[in-house]
């Protein structure tokens, strides 16, 4: 059983029934999922999520499927690392990393949300997925999919990283390189979503798709012991994540599961594409689109469709944006893997850099909890790394030649 009460549009709240539609026929604002939380809060309590499988779906009263899931069975619920060497070094009291380099199928946050829109284009009865993707959703999308028994059209910029492309290529999709941008394989996709009964998940099928993010702020209360930071730093490419974090805090305190929420947002950009920090910055509501020139492609969106909802957040909650170099975003990956062992991409460096520069600005207080969303494996982007990591060390096979090297290590 479901508890889907139907479609609302954002900005006008007109009412719609569950479809694969995704924006308003009166005013094109986009749509999303309305829940019944009076019946849900009376299914849903701590001790029956608690005796769940360790999967993202415990939370499933409040994701926007029908039936049994059918789909990313073994996604979901990664650790929440205490990160007492960083917060060491960044000089704050209690410092978390919600790591979502490890435990999914494909090692990014995209499994989530792409078990959620599968699900849900299997109970609407398509047979054919598809996605506009700078590559984690590519991958998520081409293995899940692949699973499922989907056929799969992929549609990339043709200058994603090559290790991008061989990670959704392997499980053999129809992939699709486009030459331009991400915001302009995002216009080809919504041509071809208009014209062809496909499961376009970040298009017709975006307002379930999206559900999927708020498993990542479920289980940041519940791996608390049921608290909510008093910080969270969400990466932001769309914008969308950051606004379904947000989403998911405020739905358990809908339904009785927290109490409290003071919770404040913040947004991490690349300074390379930076649209929503720089209107949060600039204290306005308009997200100006910007061509994207940055390291982090992975949120390279110019345009994005949640921008404006992202930074209402961030002011609602009383926030704040940065946008990092790609100067900055490597130093961070670097530090988070010394410090914690986690590789993260390029995306989880311009968290944990904007994250860094929040602290020192006095935006994020050095007192209290503070979460970081790290949202892929580095494996992933291994690229941004040439000629910035340490080096080897070359040597014969033989003792004296190791000694050498020792020595030299030792003098520093």
């Not at 959704?168 to 996709?189: F, H, I, K, M, T």
């Not at 949060?280 to 061509?291: A, C, L, M, S, Y």
């Not at 904007?354 to 291994?382: D, F, M, P, W």
Request: some cysteine.
């Amino acid at each position: 059983m479901g508890y889907i009460k139907g479609l609302r549009c954002r900005e006008c709240g007109r009412e719609y029934t569950v479809e694969p539609i995704y924006v308003c026929e009166f005013c094109f604002g986009p749509l999303e999922v309305a829940y019944d939380y009076k019946s849900i809060a009376r299914a849903m309590n701590r001790k029956k999520i608690e005796k769940r499988e360790r999967s993202l779906w415990r939370y499933r009263e409040l994701l926007p499927i029908d039936g049994e899931p059918q789909v990313g069975l073994d996604s979901g619920f990664t650790p929440l690392v205490k990160a007492d060497n960083l917060a060491r070094i960044l000089g704050v009291d209690e410092l978390y990393i919600k790591d979502d380099t490890v435990v999914h199928p494909t090692l990014s946050f995209k499994d989530r949300v792409v078990s959620i829109a599968l699900t849900k284009a299997r109970e609407f009865g398509f047979d054919t997925v598809a996605c506009a993707s700078t590559g984690n959703l590519a991958h998520s999308v081409s293995a899940h999919g692949a699973k499922a028994g989907f056929e799969r059209f992929i549609f990339i910029p043709a200058s994603l990283e090559a290790s991008k492309i061989i990670a959704s290529l392997v499980y053999e999709p129809n992939l699709v390189a486009v030459d331009g941008n991400y915001d302009d394989v995002n216009r080809l996709c919504s041509e071809i979503a208009n014209k062809y009964r496909w499961a376009f998940v970040n298009i017709n099928i975006r307002p379930f798709y999206a559900e999927g993010s708020k498993t990542i702020g479920f289980e940041i209360v519940e791996q608390l012991g049921w608290k909510v930071p008093d910080n969270v730093v969400v990466p932001c490419a769309s914008g969308s994540l950051l606004t379904k974090v947000w989403k998911s805090f405020k739905e358990f305190r809908e339904i009785g599961i927290i109490r409290e929420l003071e919770t404040k947002v913040f947004a991490a950009q690349a300074t390379g594409c930076s649209p929503i920090a720089t209107a949060v910055k600039q204290g306005t509501d308009v997200i100006r689109p910007v061509k994207p020139n940055t390291i982090a492609k992975s949120l390279a969106i110019g345009n994005p469709a949640d921008g404006f909802y992202a930074s209402q957040v961030v002011k609602e909650t009383g926030g704040y944006a940065e946008d990092v170099s790609d100067q900055e975003i490597i130093d961070a990956i670097k530090l988070l893997a010394r410090t914690e062992g986690i590789f993260a991409e390029t995306a989880g460096g311009v968290t944990l850099a904007a994250t860094k520069k929040l602290i020192e600005s006095g935006k994020i207080s050095r007192e209290g909890v503070t979460v970081i969303c790290i949202t892929g494996n580095g494996l992933k982007t291994q690229e941004a790394l040439h000629g910035h990591a340490v080096p080897s060390h070359h040597i014969k096979p033989s003792l004296a030649a190791f000694e050498e090297v020792l020595q030299k290590i030792h003098k520093g």
